[in-house]
């Protein structure tokens, strides 16, 4: 069995989005081989879930003075700060036997990938048998502010938020993994403004690659290691590959949306 | 140019509707297609389940954007065109024949009455894009 990696790459959070959507679009229409791939966005950016309004999550006025980019995702989940983190994303079509028809399900799957990829940075990371329960006066608008079923966790604090959308034929799930945490700045940018007691809460429930090592990790190795976690995991081969030129092209049309604040901010459907 | 064929009704959601007796067959109109751009995927409610009017039989994703389907008359989805799930560029190439959604066997006839001839759609889209 052989999947495709799209190794370690930095694209602004539009063309992220856009490739991550051809080639969920790509994979079902030609029942291709599952795609992993993992990457960066530059400038620091701002990820909404599909049902997400960004005028009510997101201090868009800070973000664009302080240049953090926005774009809604096609998953669904909550805002994810694209900073100090790698993304991660799969996509499989329903020929591939490795998953099951199910969000849930596969989620565990990829955690398992993951686990075993920070297992091998030595860092023991759980999954979450059931989603943590939130009380009213907690924001739930920030991803890791609450871990889902099948999420990771490492002594009771997420490093890792993942959402998913499936289609008829396939699935597509992206997550971030948390290289360093700085609960200050990501508060500052997601409403509703946070109290000093509530940055601190975050504190304690999100913890981060870096912090959970004896000394920093590089990006490129961490790669290395979750590459290798899903090889163990699944027992398949990764072979690094590029985008198809289908996959370009559609990659291409896509970034006129998740450039277009009709998409991101204000969530109109077109034919409105 | 936008096509308006007359031998169908419209929706203000963008819906055509070709009526035979008590089946409505129903597409997505020209001017949608146009609006969506390169359609990607259409998922629909499995067929024999029961839509009112006005709420949403499925939907569409398109390069733009994804759109609900807001169906046009109440009805049991009696049949889907699976040629366009499986290729659905069918839709952008032909919205008023091959690339049909669905078909619907209406429980109410006067439904029809509320829909717009091609003249009445061309105007509200007209109207539509000076908004």
């Known amino acids: 069995m052989v999947w495709r990696l799209l190794n370690f790459q930095k694209h602004n959070i539009f063309e992220n989005m856009a490739i991550d959507e051809a080639i969920f679009h790509e994979t079902i229409r030609n029942k291709k081989a599952p795609t992993i791939r993992l990457y960066h966005s530059q400038p620091v950016a701002i990820s909404l879930g599909y049902f997400q309004d960004a005028r009510k999550e997101v201090n868009i006025e800070k973000c664009n003075r302080a240049g953090v980019d926005i774009a809604r995702r096609i998953t669904g989940g909550k805002a994810v700060f694209h900073f100090n983190e790698i993304t991660y994303s799969v996509v499989a079509g329903d020929q591939e036997m490795s998953f099951p028809p199910d969000i849930l399900g596969t989620y565990k799957v990829i955690s398992k990938c993951l686990a075993r990829g920070l297992a091998y940075l030595g860092i023991k990371a759980d999954l979450v048998e059931n989603g943590r329960v939130l009380s009213a006066k907690e924001s739930e608008a920030y991803c890791f502010s609450v871990p889902s079923k099948n999420e990771l966790l490492v002594e009771g604090r997420k490093i890792c938020g993942s959402a998913q959308v499936r289609r008829r034929g396939g699935f597509l799930q992206h997550g971030s993994l948390l290289l360093a945490f700085d609960p200050v700045k990501t508060a500052d940018l997601l409403l509703p403004a946070r109290t000093p007691r509530q940055v601190e809460k975050l504190r304690e429930t999100v913890t981060s690659v870096n912090d959970e090592v004896a000394s920093p990790v590089d990006v490129q190795k961490i790669c290395s290691k979750l590459k290798k976690g899903f090889i163990d995991e699944l027992s398949m081969d990764l072979v690094e590959e590029t985008l198809t030129s289908a996959e370009e092209t559609l990659k291409s049309k896509l970034i006129g949306k998740y450039s277009n604040n009709l998409w991101n901010i204000q969530g109109e459907n077109i034919l409105n | ?131």
Do not use: C
């Not at chain 2, 259409?42 to 398109?62: H, Q």
């Not at chain 2, 919205?95 to 829909?115: A, K, S």
């Open chain 2, 1 to 131: 140019m936008k096509v308006f064929p007359e031998d169908v009704l419209y929706s203000s959601e963008h819906i055509w509707v070709r009526v035979d007796g008590y089946m409505a067959t129903i597409g997505i109109t020209d001017y949608a297609q146009e609006k969506l751009g390169d359609i990607l995927s259409v998922e629909f409610l499995e067929a024999d389940t029961y839509v009112e009017r006005d709420e949403t039989f499925g939907s569409i994703e398109s390069v733009k954007d994804v759109a609900d389907l807001i169906a046009p008359v109440s009805g049991t989805i009696s049949v889907i065109n699976e040629d366009i799930t499986d290729d659905s560029d069918i839709i952008n190439r032909d919205p008023y024949d091959t690339g049909w959604l669905i078909i619907i066997e209406m429980d109410n006839l006067e439904q029809i009455d509320d829909l717009m001839v091609a003249a009445s759609y061309h105007d509200f889209i007209t109207q539509k894009e000076i908004d």
